[in-house]
T-cell receptor
Framework: NAGVTQTPKFQVLKTGQSMTLQCAQD?????MSWYRQDPGMGLRLIHY???????DQGEVPNGYNVSRSTTEDFPLRLLSAAPSQTSVYFC????????????FGSGTQLSVL | GDSVTQMEGPVTLSEEAFLTINCTYT??????LFWYVQYPGEGLQLLLK?????DKGSNKGFEATYRKETTSFHLEKGSVQVSDSAVYFC????????????FGDGTTLTVKP
């Protein structure tokens, strides 16, 4: 079982560049979300989606865009990368959006120079 | 808003020692509580969960009891092993907050032989 698949695993960007982090799940989960993990700050929610065509902002949405055109895919777009966006990014999904455990991808380590 | 506070780390123990990682929470509603574990280079995975007061979650020798009166969900293990070395995250999911998960900052555990 593939579970939650994130690509790429590593990425280096220059300030001002744009890119898309890919996330796909094969479990038919309705709920998907993006987190960033920074030292000493735990995981912070960037954006989330409760189903295809529905997205909403989390705790730290600025500088990021998302879309959910299919149940399986939930890409995260960095519009104009900044050094403050250097972080490890995790995509997660769950069957529902409450009381259900999250399944995490293996993460994308992003460095913005 | 919702919040989760974990004991600060890092925690270093000898093999077979007793482990406690404290976790307290603040939530508007009546949340479900989770412990996730992150091994080096991997995404988070669920360790255990509890969905109502006095529930005890358990897995792989780890236990945590949902204490509504003290708003706590402390993680315990009677005898740790080197393989338990990882980062542990306490988290909650609150239906009154669109089911979004809120994470603590994580506690790094190192077990020495």
């Amino acid at each position: 079982n593939a579970g939650v698949t994130q690509t790429p695993k590593f990425q280096v960007l220059k300030t001002g560049q744009s890119m898309t982090l890919q996330c796909a799940q094969d479990m038919n989960h309705e709920y998907m979300s993006w987190y960033r993990q920074d030292p000493g700050m735990g995981l912070r929610l960037i954006h989330y989606s409760v189903g295809a065509g529905i997205t909403d902002q989390g705790e730290v949405p600025n500088g990021y865009n998302v879309s959910r055109s299919t149940t399986e895919d939930f890409p995260l777009r960095l519009l104009s990368a900044a050094p403050s966006q250097t972080s490890v990014y995790f995509c997660a999904s769950s069957l529902g959006h409450f009381n259900e455990k999250l399944f995490f991808g293996s993460g994308t380590q992003l460095s913005v120079l | 808003g919702d919040s989760v506070t974990q004991m600060e780390g890092p925690v270093t123990l000898s093999e077979e020692a007793f482990l406690t990682i404290n976790c307290t929470y603040t939530a508007t509603g009546y949340p479900s509580l989770f412990w996730y574990v992150q091994y080096p280079g991997e995404g988070l995975q669920l360790l255990l969960k509890a969905t109502k007061a006095d529930d005890k979650g358990s897995n792989k020798g780890f236990e945590a009891t949902y204490r509504k009166e003290t708003t706590s969900f402390h993680l315990e293990k009677g005898s740790v092993q080197v393989s338990d070395s990882a980062v542990y995250f306490c988290a909650l999911s609150d239906a009154t907050n669109a089911g979004k998960s809120t994470f603590g900052d994580g506690t790094t555990l190192t077990v020495k032989p």
